[in-house]
């Protein structure tokens, strides 16, 4: 099955900073990449997604890369502020169809400091 | 009006008990599942039902059985609870065709 990596396991930045997560995947099939962000006892909650046939999307200050080639994908958040404090979770799915669910990294717990 | 939710929020039990969690979401979506979050808050799939069917069952132990009335509903219950089972328990949703997730709440079982 599916198996993602996700670096790094926590990240403080100050804020105006840039942070960026990584990940891996091992299955070549997989075609859809999402990214959930999950505050401090909340549920996860979608907050961008890139499909294999595209290797870049942004959303205001939130980017996401994918290199198929490579088997790796990056969240890219600019001028971070104390709101984006959270666990941001990659994931990596072979498609929509029911057979096939999300299969998640571990997780990275971003610090954004005053 | 909650899209996907899930009770109790809370759930602590003895060892050796058996419990249950109901999930129920009003999206319309046609597929459901359950994810176990455990305390170092790593996110696994445990089952996926489509259409009140089983369509992922991932190396659970049959202590888990899952069961769907209908599509609306994925309810869970666990028997014999363990100390190990102590997690979150989320149930989400989607629609096939789309693999956006819509997740409930979160069930926090503590087993002593």
């Known amino acids: 099955g599916e198996n993602v990596e996700q670096h790094p396991s926590t990240l403080s930045v100050q804020e105006g900073d840039s942070a960026v997560i990584k990940c891996t995947y091992s299955d070549s099939a997989s075609n859809y990449f999402p990214w959930y962000k999950q505050e401090l006892g909340k549920r996860p909650q979608l907050i961008i997604d890139?499909?294999?046939?595209?290797g870049e999307k942004k959303d205001q200050r939130i980017a996401v890369t994918l290199n198929k080639t490579a088997k790796h994908f990056s969240l890219h958040i600019t001028e971070t502020q104390p709101e984006d404090s959270a666990v941001y979770f990659c994931a990596a799915s072979q498609g929509s169809n029911s057979g096939y669910a999300l299969n998640f990294g571990k997780g990275t717990s971003l610090l954004v400091t005053p | 009006d909650t899209a996907v939710s899930q009770t109790p929020k809370y759930l602590v039990t003895q060892m050796g008990n058996d419990k249950s969690i109901k999930c129920e979401q009003n999206?319309?979506?046609?597929?459901m599942y359950w994810y176990k979050q455990d305390s170092k808050k790593f996110l696994k799939i445990m089952f996926s039902?489509?259409?009140?069917?089983?369509?992922i069952n991932e190396t659970v132990p049959n202590r888990f059985s899952p069961k769907s009335p209908d599509k609306a509903h994925l309810n869970l219950h666990i028997n014999s609870l363990e100390l190990g089972d102590s997690a979150v328990y989320f149930c989400?949703?989607?629609?096939?065709?789309?693999?956006?997730?819509?997740f409930g709440s979160g069930t926090q079982l503590s087993v002593l």
């Open positions: 890139i499909r294999s046939n595209v």
């Open positions: 999206l319309g979506h046609d597929t």
């Open positions: 039902y489509n259409n009140k069917e089983l369509i």
């Open positions: 989400a949703s989607s629609q096939q065709g789309n693999e956006k997730l819509f």
